[in-house]
């Protein structure tokens, strides 16, 4: 696992150091979802407000899902235009940044009730919190070696699906025992505010700073021949937009991230409209989407390490095939079937055969192509335009469903797996002719 160190130092106080990092990370950019999931939760109470306060119920729905979208592309804006600060400044600011903004922006959201203020506030919250995986990224590669990103990832990978589920299960708990929306804010923030104390107090930049061996990066990452680190933003752009395979991992995020959007934010929603369920249950059962997915990121993160070389590529067209068929099922669905399981069945596969292969692509391809030097604005770019497509999963999603139904909407995103499964196999053939010409 890359675990090296300097002079008289043990290697077990090395191994120590770096699972304090490791718990800091995971359980700061858990907290994180708390301050996301709240949304989604909160939407069918949310829209219940809106509606006795006069509001139409399509027309909340709809204004609900513009706040979420609005909310997207802020968090798409600092992913593209922000992250690179990780690269100049360090990973731990950034961080810190995250953990801070969701904080304040989550108190606000609570503040009253009026959609301008929602926007504002999930706006600041989403806009904060753009910069922190890319964060996270930095102090990794700065204290661990290559050989581990695969395994470091993918655990920290399994934070925020952990952080999901593990928020949805309890504020719809919160929900069944009488709690209102406000609540759930309130609780998102106060989990937020004790990370970010502890991150602040014992989270370190690097182990270099510790006393310990500089970390080993990918010898063949885009930079690893750089006469001298890059000291701008465009020495930092320029390799990665000039690398084909970097650019189909960016479009295999734009396809991902607006299924996974749609699915976090909406989950509930479909739940209690078409399904049946109470909000109560509606928030505990979404969080078989995220909870499915951790299952789904440890076992195809230990199954990329023994495909070799275009492991992970091979399991993303096999994976975004998959979700494209489990899509279609649950299309064809009925309406209010609270009483079948076939609607969760659906969305736990969709979680299974999706969450995987999307953890691979803001993380361990993101220090694959950048490195030390460049792995923030690497993970920025191509989570960035990831979520420019996810801004589709808010406002475009509500109008869908309000017109078409559900089952439209799950034909749509059919659909876009089906196009990634494309692009994925695209990779996965950039990949083998890279090892043909290395051979």
């Known amino acids: ?18 699972l304090r990092v490791v718990l800091l ?51 798409a804006f600092g992913k593209l235009f922000l992250t690179w600060l990780g690269d100049v400044f360090g990973g731990r600011i950034n961080f810190l ?32 919190q753009s910069v922190a995986w890319a964060g996270l990224l930095k102090v990794s590669g700065k204290w661990f070696g290559f050989s581990a990103y695969g395994t470091i990832i993918g655990i920290l990978s399994v934070s925020y699906l952990i952080g999901d589920a593990a928020a949805r299960q309890s504020m719809g708990t919160l929900i069944e025992h009488g709690f209102g929306w406000r609540s759930l804010f309130y609780f998102a923030a106060g989990v937020a505010a004790v990370n970010l104390l502890a991150s602040a107090l014992f989270l370190r930049e690097s182990r270099t700073a510790a006393g310990f061996a500089e970390a080993e990066s990918n010898p063949l990452n885009l930079f690893a021949h750089a006469d001298r680190p890059p000291r701008r933003i465009g020495e930092l752009l320029r390799p990665l937009l000039r690398s084909p395979a970097f650019l189909m991992v960016c479009l295999l995020s734009l396809g991902c991230t607006i299924i996974r959007e749609t699915f976090n934010l909406w989950t509930p929603e479909y739940l209690r409209d078409d399904v ?54 649950l299309e064809a669905l009925p309406a209010h079937a609270a009483s079948s399981p076939w609607p969760v069945i659906a969305i736990g596969t969709i979680a299974f055969c999706l969450l995987g292969p999307y953890s691979y692509l803001g993380g361990a391809f993101a220090l ?42 799950f034909f749509v995103l059919a659909a876009v797996s089906a196009l990634s499964a494309c692009i994925a196999g695209y990779l996965l053939l950039l990949g083998r002719r890279a090892a043909a010409a290395l051979s």
């Open 1 to 18: 696992m890359g675990l090296t160190y300097a002079g008289a130092v043990r290697p077990t106080s090395l191994r120590a150091h770096q």
């Open 368 to 409: 694959d192509f950048g490195g030390k030097e460049a792995g923030a604005v690497s993970s920025g770019l191509i989570d960035g335009v990831g979520y420019l497509g996810a801004v589709l999963a808010g406002n475009v999603v509500a109008r869908i469903s309000v017109a078409l139904g559900w089952n439209r909407v």
């Open 276 to 329: 049946g369920y109470s909000a109560g249950q509606a928030g505990r059962i979404s969080a078989i989407f995220p909870g499915v997915g951790v299952v789904s990121v440890l076992l195809t993160g230990w199954l990329s390490d023994r495909l070799g070389v275009n492991g992970r590529a091979t399991i993303m067209t096999a994976g975004l095939s998959a979700t494209a068929l489990a899509l279609i099922v």
């Open 97 to 128: 940044i995250g953990l801070g903004g969701a904080t304040l922006f989550t108190l606000l959201f609570t503040s009253g009730v009026a959609v301008p203020l929602f926007t504002l506030a999930f706006v600041g919250n989403r806009l904060t």
């Open 25 to 75: 990370l995971f359980c700061g950019y858990a907290a994180l979802y708390f301050c996301r999931a709240d949304l989604s939760v909160a939407t069918p109470l949310l829209v219940d407000e809106l509606v006795a306060r006069g509001v139409g119920h399509a027309a909340a729905l709809v204004a609900l899902g513009s706040v979420a979208s609005f909310g997207v592309l802020a968090y």
